[in-house]
Nanobody
């Protein structure tokens, strides 16, 4: 398994979760590691990304100030800390890896995907 996402669950609105994505060393060397989510009946959407080459962070507008993406190079793991969750954050969260020089916000840029972890936020 090249990417293994975990940490999802059921949480009340206003609560927090931290997602983890453990990667193989080869996968973790991808220039960009990102998180996407998919709600029932909706397309997969970009949430956050972090670039290895320059450390730049990217966020979807609705999660700015609430979510934080980070990476632990020693553990080959990417994290997504999610605070102040609301029901609109519900969905399956996927981590993914992308080569360099691609649009970090586009799912088609990513060539390696994890299996997803379910996040459910109740109102």
């Amino acid at each position: 398994v090249q990417l293994q996402a975990s940490g999802g669950g059921l949480v009340q609105a206003g609560g927090s979760l931290r997602l983890s994505c453990a990667a193989s060393r080869r996968t973790f060397s991808r220039d960009c590691m990102g998180w996407f989510r998919q709600a029932p009946g909706k397309e997969r959407e970009f949430v956050a990304a972090i670039r290895r080459s320059d450390g730049i962070l990217y966020y979807e507008d609705s999660v700015k100030g609430r979510f934080t993406i980070s990476r632990d190079n020693a553990k080959n793991t990417v994290y997504l800390q999610m605070n102040s969750l609301n029901p609109e954050d519900t969905g399956v969260y996927y981590c993914a890896g992308s080569p360099p020089y691609r649009s970090v916000r586009s799912a088609s840029s990513y060539d390696i995907w994890g299996q997803g972890t379910q996040v459910t936020v109740s109102s």
